[in-house]
C-alpha cells in the first residue's frame, strides 16, 4: 500500500472475491496478500462484517475463521471510529440523489 493508506474492507468485498473473482483454489496469492495487509495495519473491518461473513458456512467463512487475525476486526464502540464514521455518512448522504 502506498503512503501509509488503510482501507476498511466491507462484507462484498470478501464475497465477490471469493465468488467471482478470486476463488481460494485459484488465486491464493490475492487471499495471502490480505493476511499479510491485515498483519501490517493496511486493511481491516468491522465486527458485524465479521459476523456477515460467518454466516456463510462456506470456504469464505472458514477462512475468515481460521486465517484473519483478531486486530483485523474493530469494534464500532471505539469513539475514534464513532467520529471518522461521521464524515463518511455524511459524504454518502450528499451523493444520494445519484442512486435515486
Known amino acids: 500500500m502506498k503512503g501509509g493508506q488503510k482501507f476498511l474492507l466491507d ?9 467471482q473473482h478470486y ?6 496469492a490475492y ?8 498483519e501490517t495495519s493496511n486493511i481491516a473491518s468491522v465486527v458485524q ?3 456477515e461473513l460467518l454466516r456463510g458456512k462456506d470456504e469464505l467463512s472458514e477462512w475468515i475463521k481460521e486465517k484473519v487475525p483478531s486486530p483485523f476486526v474493530k469494534g464500532i464502540d471505539d469513539a475514534r471510529v ?19
Open 82 to 100: 464513532i467520529q471518522a464514521y461521521s464524515p463518511i455518512t455524511k459524504w454518502v448522504m450528499s451523493l444520494s440523489c445519484v442512486f435515486r
Open 49 to 51: 462484517v465479521r459476523k
Open 23 to 28: 476463488q481460494f483454489v485459484f488465486y491464493p
Open 31 to 38: 487471499w495471502q496478500s490480505l493476511l499479510l495487509n491485515f
Open 11 to 19: 462484507a462484498d468485498t470478501f464475497k465477490r472475491a471469493h465468488r
